[in-house]
């Protein structure tokens, strides 16, 4: 069974940076298509960036030219490295692939607020 662990949230202020990671169990990662969701209080969970399997990515409007995706398949993880983060960025992420998605972590809250 695969298993997806995220980290690197934390408190930010409106304007900071944070880099997520995202480790996957198994050597699976290359073979698939990646995204980051995200859940806010709420709202349902949506997704936020993605990268299949040639590396080209994908953002949702509101996060484009500040969040970057990215993917180690040697190391079999997954990264969203977040700039000019907002309020409105304040959700737990998560990562899973594409599609029919693998059992959800627990993910990795990120909270932007001064």
């Known amino acids: 069974q695969v298993q997806l662990v995220e980290s690197g949230g934390g408190l930010v202020q409106p304007g900071g940076s944070l880099r997520l990671s995202c480790a996957v169990s198994g050597s699976i990662t290359a073979s698939n298509a990646m995204g980051w969701y995200r859940q806010a209080p709420g709202k349902q969970r949506e997704l936020v960036a993605s990268?299949?399997?040639?590396?080209?990515?994908n953002n949702a409007d509101s996060v484009k030219g500040r969040f970057t995706i990215s993917r180690d398949n040697a190391k079999n993880t997954v990264y969203l490295q977040m700039n000019s983060l907002k309020p409105e960025d304040t959700a737990v992420y998560f990562c899973?692939?594409?599609?029919?998605?693998?059992?959800w972590g627990q993910g990795t809250q990120v909270t932007v607020s001064s």
């Open positions: 899973n692939k594409l599609g029919r998605p693998w059992s």
């Open positions: 990268i299949n399997i040639l590396g080209i990515t």
